[in-house]
Antibody, heavy 122, light 110 residues
């Protein structure tokens, strides 16, 4: 059974940094693109970033471009999100999500983690 | 990239059918058959209910169906059940190689 387990969330001051991780099991990790999706308290879903299966292609939402960096280690089956220059509006539950299809990017997400909370506050 | 437009709330009685709309542009919903729908219960992760506009993942009830016309996609739930009460989000691939979600619709089963 495919499983995603996020970690690394917590409280950070504005302007600070945080690194999230997502441990993957149950499928051939390197064959699928992976994304981060966030949800601010009481708000809707917002796609944040995607990385291709090989790690060679990455894309970001305008709201995080230049501040966040997505990466993966296919040998360790892990996905990371490095978040710098954090703002109050980055406060959210961050989910890692698996692309449904290995041959397409960002069509839909069939497996989601349980999420990790990031709070940006002084 | 602006969020896709969904009604904030819809409601229906058990056994009835409801439809949730999701309106975008020719750069997202209208330009690609990569529209998906997610169900989210409070405190839980989203669950994929519909992909590629009309297709259901294995294990999802056939009471859930999807369609698209122009820049508007729709999710229909027939034979409403109490457990269908949740938030529903549409998502679409965009011409910028990003993904955009709708603002979400709260479904209340009366």
């Amino acid at each position: 059974e495919a499983q995603l387990l996020e970690s690394g969330g917590g409280l950070v001051q504005p302007g600070g940094s945080l690194r999230l991780s997502c441990a993957v099991s149950g499928f051939t990790f390197s064959s699928y693109a992976m994304s981060w999706v966030r949800q601010a308290p009481g708000k809707g879903l917002e796609w944040v970033s995607v990385i291709s299966g090989s790690g060679g292609n990455t894309y970001y939402a305008d709201s995080v471009k230049g501040r966040f960096s997505i990466s993966r280690d296919n040998a360790k089956n892990t996905l990371d999100l490095q978040m710098n220059s954090l703002r109050a509006e980055d406060t959210a539950v961050y989910y890692c999500a698996k692309d449904h299809w290995g041959f397409r990017l960002l069509s839909d997400f069939d497996i989601w983690g349980q999420g990790t909370m990031v709070t940006v506050s002084s | 990239q602006s969020a896709l437009t969904q009604p904030a709330s819809v409601s229906g009685s058990p056994g009835q059918s409801i439809t949730i709309s999701c309106t975008g542009t020719s750069s997202d919903v209208g330009g690609y058959n990569y529209v998906s729908w997610y169900q989210q219960h409070p405190g839980k992760a989203p669950k994929l209910m519909i992909y590629d506009v009309t297709d259901r993942p294995s294990g999802v009830s056939n009471r859930f169906s999807g369609s698209k016309s122009g820049n508007t996609a729709s999710l229909t739930i027939s034979g409403l059940q109490a457990e269908d009460e949740a938030d529903y989000y549409c998502g679409s691939y965009t011409s910028s190689a990003t993904l955009v979600f709708g603002g979400g619709t709260k479904l209340t089963v009366l």
